[in-house]
């Protein structure tokens, strides 16, 4: 049927737009799922989530509610959330720890950590004879077809086949090298707690518009220019003349300019995975960054430790659902709810083996810009839910992403912005080209 009402979807991607209908389209959306939410490699989340066996975590992989558990064997397995008996979700909270097995609250039924069913009540009374059985694989718990964990980061791909994890990832596998590289003991862990936001638009916008260096110094600007303002007058009534950094932080969205953001450079992947260059942030020399740097040095040597912290990214997308900020220590994962419905979840990392200070520096950024209170996602919730209203108009059938478009340098496949081109919407078309060759199955 779906066939049917989109006959031919590649009318609906050009090099330079795309059909609105890609974003309001709710049988579009639905082949989405099926076709690449719920075939690549989608993020479950990290290991430290569940340190302990019976320890789980609920997550949405496409259509398909999902348990991220350790298991009785130390390893972490990802299963389908539904009782192969009448369909009951196994676990109905968000997070917990099971025990020793699952057992299904509706009529009982239990089952291993891995998904193998342990025991049916009355089994031998009720179900002897029939396809129930404790040796048939219809009583299990279904598993997702591929898990794979890399430095801690867990995910899972409901296709049998397909590439693997690092070769999905490809050079955007830099993200999760560059957070835990920056960790003295090589590994993160994650801050339990995550923001959890809706936003009422489609997913596609919210992944576009995180490497899209335009828009920082346009949406942003009012809350920046306040900060600057009160970074000013902090300076003046100062000794040292210096604002706390955190007004940095705020300040940066009007201060760095969009000549500025335009020297940067953007390096596109396949799969439709991207890279924004040139982290914008500051490498103070206080007492806390002295402090981290030498117990880095301890833990690396000079040479490496050079070479950690002068990786130059600032964001990297991991198409289609994973927005990393590393030099940050933060995540974003993309679920996809309907057409016009998106969660994300906002997650901060802990530096294993980093001083406190930087703990709390980078926690201070993950409360000021990505928090759903701050002004800052407030300004980008609202223009998703814009975006989404006027494509849902008669008003327009294409959305544009022509911006620096011809000045793109590509090699083998991989295509980076010219010199003084950052904010070219590159990502965005790469993307878009990766939805086309997805879609078309």
Same mark, same amino acid.
């Given at each position: 049927?779906?066939?049917?009402?989109?006959?031919?979807?590649?009318?609906?991607?050009?090099? %330079?737009?795309? +059909?609105?209908?890609?974003?309001?389209?709710? @049988?579009?959306?639905?082949?989405?799922?099926?076709?690449?939410?719920?075939?690549?490699? /989608?993020?479950?989340?990290?290991?430290?989530?569940?340190?302990?066996?019976?320890?789980?975590?609920?997550?949405?992989?496409?259509?398909?509610?999902?348990?991220?558990? #350790?298991?009785? !064997?130390?390893?972490?397995?990802?299963?389908? *959330?539904?009782?192969?008996?009448?369909?009951?979700?196994? =676990?109905?909270?968000?997070?917990? *720890?099971?025990?020793?097995?699952? #057992?299904?609250?509706?009529? =009982?039924?239990?089952?291993?950590?891995?998904?193998?069913?342990?025991?049916?009540?009355?089994?031998?009374?009720?179900?002897?004879?029939?396809?129930?059985?404790?040796?048939?694989?219809?009583?299990?718990?279904?598993?997702? @077809? +591929?898990?794979?964990?890399?430095?801690?980061?867990?995910? @899972?791909?409901?296709?049998? %086949?397909?590439?693997?994890?690092?070769?999905?990832?490809?050079?955007?596998?830099?993200?999760? !090298?560059?957070?835990?590289? &920056?960790?003295?003991?090589?590994?993160?862990?994650?801050?339990?707690?995550?923001?959890?936001?809706?936003?009422?638009?489609?997913?596609?916008? $919210?992944?576009?518009?995180?490497?899209?260096?335009?828009?920082?110094?346009?949406?942003?600007?009012?809350?920046?220019?306040? @900060?600057?303002?009160?970074?000013?007058?902090?300076?003046? &009534?100062?000794?040292?003349?210096?604002?706390?950094?955190?007004?940095?932080?705020?300040?940066?969205?009007?201060?760095?300019?969009?000549?500025?953001?335009?020297?940067?450079?953007?390096?596109?992947?396949?799969?439709?995975?991207?890279?924004?260059?040139?982290?914008?942030?500051?490498?103070?020399?206080?007492?806390?960054?002295?402090?981290? !740097?030498?117990?880095?040095?301890?833990?690396?040597?000079?040479?490496? $430790?050079?070479?950690?912290?002068?990786?130059?990214?600032?964001?990297?997308?991991?198409?289609?659902?994973?927005?990393?900020?590393?030099?940050?220590?933060?995540? &974003?994962?993309? +679920?996809?709810?309907?057409?016009?419905?998106?969660?994300?979840?906002?997650?901060?990392? +802990?530096?294993?083996?980093?001083?406190?200070?930087?703990? &709390?520096?980078?926690?201070?950024?993950?409360?000021?810009?990505?928090?759903?209170?701050?002004? /800052? *996602?407030?300004?980008?919730?609202?223009?998703?839910?814009?975006?989404?209203?006027?494509?849902?108009?008669?008003?327009?059938?294409?959305?544009?992403?022509?911006?620096?478009?011809?000045?793109?340098?590509?090699?083998?496949?991989?295509?980076?912005?010219?010199?003084?081109?950052?904010?070219?919407?590159?990502?965005?078309?790469?993307?878009?080209?990766?939805?086309?060759?997805?879609?078309?199955?």
């Amino acid at each position: 049927m779906l066939q049917e009402q989109i006959p031919d979807l590649a009318k609906f991607v050009e090099p %330079d737009r795309v +059909r609105r209908e890609v974003y309001t389209d709710a @049988a579009i959306f639905d082949l989405e799922m099926q076709r690449i939410h719920e075939k690549v490699w /989608i993020y479950c989340g990290h290991e430290t989530q569940v340190p302990k066996v019976g320890d789980y975590y609920t997550v949405q992989i496409g259509r398909q509610p999902m348990i991220m558990v #350790r298991g009785a !064997d130390g390893k972490i397995h990802v299963l389908y *959330n539904r009782c192969p008996h009448r369909g009951n979700m196994i =676990a109905g909270d968000r997070k917990g *720890n099971t025990g020793e097995f699952f #057992r299904c609250s509706y009529h =009982a039924w239990q089952f291993h950590l891995d998904g193998k069913l342990k025991n049916i009540p009355m089994m031998e009374a009720g179900y002897k004879g029939t396809r129930y059985e404790k040796d048939k694989s219809d009583c299990n718990v279904k598993r997702a @077809a +591929r898990v794979e964990n890399y430095r801690g980061f867990v995910f @899972a791909s409901l296709a049998n %086949d397909g590439p693997t994890l690092k070769e999905f990832l490809g050079k955007a596998i830099v993200a999760f !090298d560059d957070m835990c590289d &920056r960790a003295p003991e090589g590994e993160v862990e994650i801050v339990p707690t995550c923001f959890r936001v809706i936003q009422h638009s489609n997913w596609k916008i $919210f992944l576009e518009n995180q490497l899209d260096a335009l828009h920082p110094s346009v949406v942003h600007q009012s809350t920046g220019r306040a @900060a600057h303002e009160v970074e000013k007058e902090i300076a003046k &009534r100062t000794k040292k003349g210096e604002a706390p950094l955190s007004y940095h932080m705020l300040s940066a969205f009007a201060t760095v300019t969009i000549d500025k953001w335009d020297s940067f450079q953007t390096i596109n992947y396949p799969h439709g995975h991207c890279i924004l260059t040139g982290y914008m942030g500051l490498r103070p020399r206080d007492p806390d960054t002295l402090a981290y !740097d030498k117990v880095m040095i301890k833990a690396y040597g000079q040479k490496r $430790f050079e070479e950690i912290v002068g990786v130059n990214i600032h964001h990297v997308l991991i198409y289609p659902g994973l927005s990393v900020q590393s030099p940050l220590q933060q995540l &974003r994962a993309v +679920r996809p709810l309907g057409v016009d419905r998106t969660l994300t979840e906002i997650w901060h990392f +802990r530096l294993k083996g980093a001083p406190e200070p930087i703990y &709390r520096r980078s926690l201070a950024y993950y409360n000021l810009v990505n928090s759903p209170s701050t002004l /800052i *996602n407030a300004d980008d919730l609202e223009n998703f839910w814009k975006c989404h209203q006027g494509l849902s108009s008669d008003a327009g059938q294409w959305v544009s992403f022509a911006r620096h478009m011809g000045r793109d340098l590509e090699n083998d496949g991989v295509v980076e912005t010219a010199p003084n081109c950052g904010t070219s919407e590159a990502p965005m078309r790469n993307q878009m080209k990766a939805w086309a060759e997805y879609m078309r199955g």
